[in-house]
């Protein structure tokens, strides 16, 4: 039984009210979803709620689950959207503080990282993970997720263009001009040599 | 020293599926160009640093069960002619397990098959581990379940089905030692099968049921194959 048949039965036996079949299922995929959601709000809290959201998005629209489409493309849909609505809410909330309407910036733009006030960490006091994450926070959501999909998720210019409803050649853009400026943060804070 | 054809030319590099190999075009003007050269050099050390992400492992979390639990307390079609079956596989899966556990030895012969406990462990360890077993379920089986359950592995082992005998060897083939670790592995790998062998049995079910027990002959075989009390279908 190859992986995409196993995710099937999985789902099917989940549908029909096996609690092993769901946990099993819920096992195949959260790491994958923790990590991305590390990387995408660099924090591990923040994570652990992307992760809880995307799987309680996933238990209640199992059921319109179609098995015309792979089951790690769809929840991959799902955790884009939910880190979508996430920065959303973030930003509503430091919006509103500032006394701004914001309605003129790009809900996709707005990095959450921008408002705090913790100073952004010199990189190159930083490595591993934690390097990644601190580059990755200096992006705009939507080039976060451009790399998110195409480097660690390693999905093509044509599946994100569909998942971010943008074209092909705008999802190529942005993320050569993602990867441009977290070479130009590396430089400047003397990560590469 | 700067080329007017750099931000074109990497950003139709990485358009590329990053595993290929850059465009004839591509490399030609590589070749030739320091300048771009070392801008993509400094590209592809900025992607490498991204790449040494280590996965983290993902804290405890109660994986939505509850929920699902909750949710899920009295499913519709495990009530009926089923409830009294749907743990057949579990019985099934223990045995087998228990099997592996303690390191039980099968006996082929001209008669059939007979299958005896090896001298280590003995029955103070089987006790254990059924009473961990117990546990691990009680949450899930009723007190008349466990009972069902009970006799149903009292009937697999008498009968020593021969299917779930030849899985049974099949998999000790392929884990000779049971150790902790791959006993985890064993354990899934039963439960999946539990899994399969209900949604057989429904599937089989629902078709006696379309075909409105016009074949008796079926329904008797789908009872020999649950070892179901074969005296309460008509011969
Ligand atoms: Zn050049």
Not at chain 1, 75 to 88: E, G, L, P, Q
Not at chain 2, 41 to 49: A, N
Request: with cysteine; glycine share 6%.
């Amino acid at each position: 039984m190859n992986a995409i048949d196993e995710d099937d039965a999985l789902i099917a036996a989940a549908l029909k009210g096996s609690a092993y079949a769901w946990e099993k299922l819920v096992r195949r995929y959260e790491g994958r979803i923790y990590n991305l959601g590390l990387r995408l709000t660099g924090n591990s809290s923040d994570a652990m709620d992307l992760m809880q959201e995307v799987f309680l998005g996933v238990y209640r629209n199992l059921h319109r689950f179609r098995g015309d489409a792979k089951f790690s493309s769809w929840i991959f849909r799902i955790a884009h959207n939910k880190a979508v609505d996430m920065n959303r809410r973030k930003r509503l909330m430091t919006v509103s503080s500032w006394g701004d309407d914001g309605d003129s910036v790009d809900v996709l733009d707005t990095v959450p990282g921008e408002s705090q006030q913790e100073p952004e960490r010199q990189l190159n006091a930083l490595q591993g993970n934690e390097l990644v994450m601190a580059m990755l926070a200096r992006l705009p959501l939507s080039q976060r997720l451009i790399v998110e999909l195409k480097i660690f998720q390693g999905l093509t210019f044509e599946e994100i263009a569909g998942l971010q409803d943008i074209s092909e050649n705008t999802a190529k853009t942005r993320f050569y001009s993602a990867l441009r400026k977290l070479k130009v943060q590396l430089e400047e804070d003397n990560v590469l040599s | 020293m700067s080329c007017p054809k750099t931000p074109h030319l990497l950003q139709e590099y990485f358009a590329e599926d990053l595993s290929s190999r850059p465009g004839q075009e591509i490399q030609k003007h590589l070749d030739q160009c320091a300048h771009c050269r070392a801008e993509l050099d400094l590209l592809l050390s900025t992607r490498d640093q991204l790449e040494g992400w280590q996965e983290q492992s993902v804290p405890h979390w109660d994986r939505g069960m509850e929920l699902f639990r909750r949710e899920h307390r009295s499913p519709a079609q495990e009530q009926g002619f089923f409830a009294r079956w749907q743990w057949f596989p579990t019985a099934a899966s223990f045995a087998m397990l228990c099997l592996m556990l303690f390191n039980t030895t099968i006996v082929a012969d001209g008669d059939g098959v007979s299958i005896s406990f090896g001298a280590a462990g003995g029955e103070a360890q089987i006790a254990r581990a059924m009473e961990q077993f117990s546990e691990q379920f009680s949450e899930q089986f009723s007190e008349q379940q466990q009972l069902e359950r009970e006799a149903l592995v009292a009937r697999f082992e008498a009968r020593q089905d021969n299917n779930n005998v030849q899985l049974l060897e099949a998999v000790m083939q392929q884990s000779q030692q049971a150790t902790a670790e791959n006993m985890e592995l064993v354990y899934s790998y039963f439960e999946q099968q539990r899994l399969q062998d209900l949604q057989a049995m429904r599937a089989g079910y629902q078709e006696l049921l379309d075909s409105d027990y016009q074949t008796i002959r079926s329904l008797q075989q789908l009872a020999q194959y649950v070892s179901y009390d074969d005296t309460l279908i008509p011969q």
